[in-house]
């Protein structure tokens, strides 16, 4: 008997220890779970296209990011930082966005870019790239979306301004002289160009030129007028060299005659005779007119037509009977000379200067 409650006392205590062990399991195992449920974190994770939740134990989204296998380049986006701690009170979102590739050309030079941005405008910008005010993208716009793989072309432009010059000719003035002979010319002043300024506007693209747009011009120097006198006397020269100046030239029939009995009806002890009309002496040099077409005392030169020699230099001393309209008497010295002469063709000019110097009178009057 006593056995059999020594062995009943020992059951009971085996049955006890048993029963707290398993208290204290429970107990283990309900303050576990209440501190898992209590440290576990949930976070939602927008890559692209996809949407992933994910509960876990992390303390930051980079080691929940990891657990989940997603990894995250540095050029892809991300909503938050890495290292940002993770709450179990409420839901966390992160949201990726995974760059893109796009190629920039840009002075002669071509780049891979990875891009995550959602223009060009902001992907340029974000290469470091600085647009000047006058730089475009090539068929496209700043603003346009940005395309896995596109090409985005930066063109440089700048504008400079351009400045030509160009001669103005100058303007000549012509006044006419009355004392100088025809065809003489002579400069008072002496012209002189001015210059005209013109300016354009050069576009250059990638430093080559694609347009010149005219601006506007103006006159830097103003020209100078050239003042020409011209000669208006008619004149010829001589086949004695002489410069004639003249004032009217006639065609005539010229005739000779001398101081003989023959020509002028007096004998060398008549009074009058060897004496013209005029009163001046008879010799060569003058010359019988109609005072209707050269008036007496006209100084003139009588030019003969043809090879023969000019008669010369003579002055409208003497008048005769048969002297009328076209026609003159030529004076010479010798009867010989008269009956070689004949009769010929002549241009008389009027002589411009009537007082000229190499006309004496008073070799003429007796």
Known sequence: MGNLMLGYAKRSLTLRRVLILLVVMLISVSVGYSVFNGLKKELRIIDGDSVIRVKTMSNNVGAALKQAGITVNSFDYISTSLSTKLSADNLQEVYIKRAVPVHIHLEGRT??????????????????????????IDERNSNDPIQAGMDIKIIRVREELLTEKESIPYNVIQTPDTDMNRGEKKVVQV?????????FKL??????????????????????????RIGTVPNFTTSRGDLVRYSKV???????????????????????????YTGMKA???????????????????????????????????????????????LYFDTQEAVDKWGRKRVKVYILNEQDDSRWKETDYIK
């Open 111 to 136: 780049s891979e870019v990875m891009t995550h941005h959602d223009t060009i405008g902001e992907t340029i910008k974000a290469s470091g790239i600085e647009m000047g005010p006058l730089d475009r």
């Open 203 to 228: 576009t250059y693209e990638d430093g080559r030129i694609v347009s010149k747009s005219f601006l506007t011009e103006k006159v830097a120097v103003e020209p100078t007028v050239e003042l020409v």
């Open 283 to 329: 010799r060569e040099g003058i010359i019988a007119v109609d005072p209707k077409v050269i008036p007496l005392y006209t100084r003139v030169y009588v030019d003969v037509l043809g090879d023969i020699k000019d008669y010369g230099f003579a002055i409208a001393g003497d008048i005769g009977s048969g002297v009328k309209g076209n026609q003159i008497d």
């Open 191 to 199: 012209g002189e160009e001015g210059t005209l300024e013109k300016y």
């Open 250 to 276: 006639l065609e005539m029939e010229a005739t000779a005659y001398t101081a003989s009995f023959k020509d002028t009806g007096k004998h060398p002890d008549h009074p009058e005779f060897g004496i013209c």
